[in-house]
């Protein structure tokens, strides 16, 4: 069963360091990672400058689109999602990429320093 993890939750609450470990222990797992793309086209991770990210989205769906036609079971995608349209967005992209499952875990509170 292809299934994409949307990992999300506000910005600080340790998403990307979790991530991070879990790709140290399993280098296989296709991790997308929303803010590395938001930089790599717009040099931040809010947009255009004008608070769009549609570009992002749609590189989204293309990496998803590849990634699941490669017969990848599971894939993580990394983003921020705080708002419940965003993240059915995702879901949406996500079962058009091929997608039978998409799980959403939340992260709801930083990690301390």
């Known amino acids: 069963m292809k299934t994409?993890?949307?990992?999300?939750?506000?910005?600080?609450?340790g998403k990307t360091t979790?991530?991070?470990?879990?790709?140290?222990?399993?280098?296989?797992?296709?991790?997308i990672n929303r803010d590395a793309i938001a930089v790599y086209f717009f040099n931040s991770v809010y947009g255009d400058g004008y608070g769009?990210?549609?570009?992002?989205?749609?590189?989204?769906?293309k990496v998803l689109n590849r990634a699941f036609s490669r017969n990848r079971e599971h894939i993580i995608l990394d983003?921020?999602?705080?708002?419940?349209?965003?993240?059915?967005?995702?879901?949406?992209?996500?079962?058009?990429?091929?997608a039978d499952r998409v799980v959403c875990i939340f992260f709801t509170t930083p990690q301390e320093k």
Do not use: H
């Not at 979790?18 to 991790?31: C, E, F, N, S």
């Open 79 to 98: 983003a921020w999602a705080g708002g419940a349209s965003y993240r059915k967005a995702l879901a949406t992209m996500a079962r058009k990429a091929g």
């Open 18 to 31: 979790a991530l991070k470990k879990l790709k140290k222990r399993k280098p296989a797992i296709k991790v």
């Open 4 to 13: 994409l993890y949307l990992v999300c939750g506000p910005r600080g609450a």
């Open 52 to 61: 769009s990210i549609w570009g992002v989205y749609d590189f989204i769906q």
